[in-house]
């Protein structure tokens, strides 16, 4: 069931926004199938409720994710730098991006987390255990929703897109930011917000992620916003009992831009609070090539994005700032630059 938010949001344009809800255990299963890929065109973006996944499997990580983050910084350092995966602060990705935020990066397979708990918990077969079963339900979580998309694109191969992320060499990952709350130095100014009006401190810089699907969920704090297609950046108002779902660029690329992925970033301004997400990046293999659905390609919409693998287009996002527009560099439209070419042609 598809229903506005419950307090749409305003922005400077004065425009009202409800975020789509989408109920999976209330309609049936083509009709669901509908309001998925509703979501998906028109905002790239959407709430879940009644997903599946379990309250103590969120709990339980939840609990992992704030323990961690409480130690000294001394013994967190010693899980990171995070080169990808382990521990990272302030510091996003290899160019140079920065944020008011801390993180642990992961990836989804049991035995990578498995060597990296032994430098994040005092307990490491408990918090692989925790980790494993909230990967597992998440990503189940992801393939449900990507084979919705599949029966309602109408596509041939109605598990085509949650094939990717169950192949047993996915790419996907997970990951955990922490944003510290703001500290008030001099309460006698009463200013219960002093970095909201100019949305100065920015937790994560906007984006839109690369992989094909993403499944965050953030504990009761405000923060993130997404972009809509006019530009117009939406507060998303917490819900720490449900998910929402991110279009990436991978499934942009695969559906030949019938979807687009979500733009979006998190600002830091809680003042007493901090807040914590949880985040489940689906990805295909390394080796996985990537390219528009036959469904989705006619003489009206010719195709617009030339072959690559998933790993050609994240050694490419790798090489590019957070905020880059990076699948336009891979649009046969479009001249890439020679680096590029030279990552498609491998």
């Known amino acids: 069931m598809v229903v506005p938010s419950p307090s749409p949001m305003r922005t400077k344009k004065t425009k009202a926004v409800g975020i789509p809800t989408i109920d999976l255990s209330t309609y049936n299963r083509s009709k669901l199938a ?45 899980a990171g730098p995070a080169s990808p995966f382990g521990y990272g602060s302030k510091n996003i990705g290899r160019n140079g991006d920065m944020g008011e935020l801390e993180y ?51 596509v041939s191969d109605k598990s085509v897109f949650s094939g990717f992320i169950r192949d047993v060499q996915s790419d996907s990952i997970l990951r955990l930011n922490h944003y510290p709350p703001l500290v008030d130095k001099d309460p006698s100014t009463k200013l219960a917000h002093p970095c909201v009006n100019n949305n100065t401190r920015i937790g994560f810089g906007e984006h839109s992620d690369p992989q094909i699907l993403t499944i965050l969920r953030s504990n009761d704090v405000g923060g993130l916003q997404i972009s809509l297609h006019d530009g117009l950046w939406v507060p998303v108002p917490p819900d720490s009992n449900e998910f929402f779902v991110m279009v990436g660029d991978v499934l942009q690329a695969l559906t030949n831009g019938r979807f ?14 901090p807040r914590m997400s949880m985040v489940y990046f689906g990805a295909p293999s390394l080796n996985a090539w990537i390219s528009p659905l036959p469904e989705m390609v006619s003489p009206q919409k010719p195709n617009l994005y030339k072959p690559f693998t998933w790993g050609q287009y994240k050694k490419a996002a790798y090489t590019t700032r957070l905020g880059d527009s990076r699948l336009d560099n891979f649009k046969i439209t479009n001249n890439p630059s020679t680096c590029l070419d030279n990552l498609v042609d491998q």
């Open 34 to 78: 509908e309001l998925v890929v509703e979501a998906c065109e028109e905002y790239g973006f959407f709430k879940v409720v009644n997903h599946g996944v379990p309250k103590e499997v969120i709990a339980r990580i939840e609990e992992e994710g704030f323990d961690f983050f409480a130690k000294p910084a001394a013994e967190k350092q010693r």
């Open 260 to 273: 687009e992925s979500v733009r979006h970033r998190a600002l830091a301004n809680s003042v007493t609070k």
């Open 104 to 154: 642990l990066l992961l990836q989804s397979n049991p035995l990578s987390i498995s060597e990296t708990s032994n430098a994040v918990s005092n307990d490491p077969t408990k918090f692989s255990c925790v980790v494993n079963d909230y990967t597992e339900a998440v990503k189940e979580l992801a393939c449900e929703v990507l084979d919705l998309v599949g029966e309602g694109l109408w």
